[in-house]
């Protein structure tokens, strides 16, 4: 995997859609490195001391300016309320692709892809790449309402079937990703599981996927302090290969870790970054 790089990013547009703002920037170099599961850190308020993770929601092709990266902020705290309140023309400087992407089948296979609110981001471009696979891909989002469901119209592009669960039943079904994840999997006779949410929501799926003998691969938050490895501040516990206990970083080791190797019981009550991986 190439180094990430550090680059000044220049927004040209944004957009309020529901409960997230949705940037369109163009980072010379940093589009072009992108794999789903990646994501940036941003600058905030002009400083690298303050940077929030934002996942990366897709590449697109803006004339004049060549590929650039689709973000999605939740504006919840001082930092991703200054993001969501850049203009167009902004200059950002962020520092990217990071962490550890989702890893793809080498056959074609039926998959599951759940994601719960802002998180669900990278889990569009993860779709394209994978029926450009072969696979079959399915979709379920959640969210807490119907407001803070993520590209719900695109996700009906994106995969052959789509469940959508809000926790108020405002749209689709009413209850959690837990309440359905395991009848879901089954009819998708799905064997690789990908998940992005809350941890709670990573641990039922994980929990479901092992159960049901399918691979699951989990894109977990933890707040973010550097995000290139340097301080250490965002463990992650997780069984190694050899069986053994061990913390690994969270933006460089992950954020996609296998869901069966995460000791989700010391991650209950963590808070990750809004917006972000971390």
């Avoid at 409960?19 to 992108?34: C, D, I, M, N, S």
């Avoid at 779709?127 to 119209?153: F, I, M, T, Y």
Wanted: glycine content about 12%; some cysteine.
């Amino acid at each position: 995997m190439k180094a990430p790089l550090h680059t000044t990013g220049e927004v040209l547009s944004s957009k309020r859609v529901g409960a997230y703002q949705h940037l369109t920037v163009v980072a010379p170099g940093v589009a072009e490195r992108f794999r789903p599961g990646t994501f940036v850190a941003v600058s905030v308020d002009g400083t690298r001391l303050a940077r929030r993770a934002l996942w990366i929601h897709g590449v697109r092709a803006v004339g004049g300016h060549g590929p650039a990266l689709q973000l999605v902020v939740e504006p919840v705290g001082p930092g991703t309320r200054w993001l969501a309140e850049r203009p167009v023309g902004a200059r950002l400087e962020l520092t990217g692709p990071l962490g550890r992407a989702f890893a793809l089948p080498k056959e074609p296979v039926a998959t599951l892809l759940v994601g719960e609110g802002y998180a669900a981001a990278p889990l569009f471009p993860l779709a394209e790449r994978l029926r450009e696979r072969g696979c079959q891909v399915n979709l379920l989002l959640a969210a807490p309402d119907e407001r803070h469901l993520l590209s719900a119209l695109e996700a009906r592009r994106s995969a052959r079937a789509v469940t959508v669960v809000t926790a108020d039943g405002s749209v689709g079904r009413r209850g959690s990703v837990a309440d359905v994840v395991a009848g879901v999997l089954a009819q998708a006779a799905a064997e690789v599981v990908y998940a992005a949410g809350p941890v709670p929501t990573l641990h039922a799926v994980a929990a479901v996927a092992e159960q049901a003998g399918a691979w699951s691969q989990t894109a977990v938050e933890q707040p973010l302090t550097c995000g290139t490895g340097l301080c250490h501040g965002c463990p992650l516990p997780v069984v190694g290969e050899d069986g053994v206990a061990r913390v690994v970083r969270a933006c460089t080791e992950g954020p996609v870790v296998r869901g069966d190797r995460v000791r989700w019981a010391e991650l209950a009550g963590t808070r990750p970054g809004a917006g972000g991986p971390a």
